[in-house]
């Protein structure tokens, strides 16, 4: 769906609105009032066409579409199985005029990574029209579920081993030379492994990915609004791995405090009031000291000021005494389980690498319980 202009009749049969800010379909191009925009309430042919075709063309190479996962205007992503491989995965098809090979060769450089918090590229089918990208499918859907419910608190030691997770991916991200630039809650994924009790995040979606480079100047915006740093905002900046920790530290404002610390309406709105700021405002809903320090370092508007992903590790709100201390019984069975199955693979990164992504999963301070709490 798609914005327009004012002064169109809503397409729906039953409303006579007039004069409001409509909706397009982009399947169809036909136009609905913020009531009827909802997929559930018009049913498009076209669109219902072209998710019989996608059907057929995933079938086609031997994944078998369970449901529609979400869908733009460039295509969807739909849940598969693929009988061959024994395995759930996310098929994520995209208009070959839309295709940005960044992505790919992101997530291709980052397979050597290994890493259990970056969400893993598993294949590419090249057709006609389109490309079929195969993902990890993440069965929790994102941290934007966590952001939009006020009624949901996380439990300290639940939101400490979370932010320790997202850290881990970034700095194993960042240390491939690569800037994400669209950090934000809904590129930051939730799964858990049937039967695990565990949950993992998965940073995914690097369409605007990049590599750094000394002369990284911003030449196009990149990124969500309410995340960008007060440098996106700027002519020919220079644009390094700071902006994705400083998204970060957006990220965890919203899951904290359930809104922005700034967002307005638009780019330049939302860059004149930045440009009026000294900082970010410590928000009522943290009280935590140690926890708004850590914050702070994140959303320090000078990014040569701005911490690194490693540097957040070493943070004392995840090296102190009272980090250490704070971890549920849960979490220690939970961690007690895990090391057992580890200890039963036979993967060469678990027996040879005691700072990989596997064995921080089987520490209790890395292990979550967002199960109990969102669902």
Request: hydrophobic share 35%; with cysteine.
């Amino acid at each position: 769906m798609e914005g327009e202009d004012f002064g169109v009749h809503c397409s729906f049969e039953t409303c006579n609105q007039l004069d409001f800010l409509p909706i397009k379909c982009s399947s169809c191009k036909k136009q609905f009032c913020n009531t009827h925009f909802r997929p559930e309430a018009h049913f498009c042919k076209k669109e219902n066409q072209r998710s019989d075709y996608f059907e057929d063309l995933l079938r086609s190479h031997g994944y078998i579409p369970i449901r529609k996962l979400g869908q733009g205007s460039y295509g969807c992503v739909f849940l598969c199985c693929n009988l061959d491989l024994r395995i759930f995965l996310a098929m994520k098809i995209i208009q070959k005029d839309k295709y940005d090979q960044r992505e790919m060769d992101a997530s291709f450089e980052l397979r050597g990574q290994s890493n259990k918090f970056i969400c893993e590229y598993i294949g590419i089918i090249d057709e006609t029209s389109y490309q079929l990208i195969a993902l990890n499918y993440c069965n929790m859907k994102s941290l934007d579920v966590i952001a939009k419910q006020p009624h949901i608190t996380l439990p300290s030691y639940t939101l400490r081993a979370l932010m320790k997770q997202i850290f881990e991916g970034m700095r194993a991200f960042h240390s491939e030379g690569f800037i994400h630039r669209d950090i934000k809650c809904d590129n930051i994924l939730l799964h858990s492994p049937p039967g695990s009790g565990l949950v993992y995040v998965k940073i995914a979606d690097f369409g605007f990915a990049k590599k750094e480079v000394l002369n990284n100047e911003n030449t196009y915006p990149a990124g969500t609004r309410p995340y960008m740093s007060p440098e996106q905002f700027l002519e020919k900046a220079l644009i390094t791995q700071k902006v994705d920790m400083y998204a970060l530290g957006i990220t965890f404002f919203r899951i904290i405090a359930h809104k922005y610390p700034v967002n307005e309406a638009t780019f330049k709105e939302q860059r004149e009031k930045l440009a009026k700021l000294k900082n970010i405002e410590r928000p009522p809903e943290i009280k935590d000291d140690i926890l708004w320090d850590l914050l702070s370092k994140l959303l320090e508007f000078d990014p040569e000021k701005r911490i690194t992903a490693s540097e957040a590790l070493q943070h004392p709100y995840f090296t102190s005494t009272e980090a250490k201390n704070d971890i549920s019984e849960k979490q220690q069975d939970l961690a007690k389980l895990q090391k057992e199955s580890l200890s039963q693979s036979t993967s060469t990164s678990y027996q040879h690498s005691p700072n990989s992504s596997q064995n921080q999963i089987a520490s209790p301070s890395s292990i979550n319980d967002l199960r109990a709490v969102i669902s």
